[in-house]
């Protein structure tokens, strides 16, 4: 390849824009305000577990760890709910 001699095609450049745009536009973590309230918000699948802290509708932390299915004992699967 000779120096100066390289092109980009339309397809790569589009999809080179968007991930440069996608990269400066990543999620910035909030500063903690201690006299509101914080929310935990948390989801898991078949491989990992995550978990949000966010207040007002802000992320402030996020965690997020991988599940070994073989290592997972079976839990129960009704959840009993007493006033």
């Not at 400066?24 to 898991?44: H, I, K, M, R, Y």
């Not at 996020?62 to 007493?82: A, C, E, F």
């Amino acid at each position: 390849m000779k120096k100066g001699s390289f092109l980009c095609p339309p397809t790569a450049q589009k999809a080179f824009e968007t991930i440069k745009q996608r990269l400066c536009e990543a999620l910035v973590l909030a500063l903690p305000n201690f006299e509101e309230l914080f929310e935990v918000e948390f989801g898991a699948s078949g491989v990992g577990i995550r978990v949000f802290l966010t207040q007002l509708r802000k992320p402030l932390a996020l965690g997020v760890t991988r599940v070994i299915i073989s290592s997972l004992r079976p839990l129960y699967s009704t959840l009993i709910i007493t006033p």
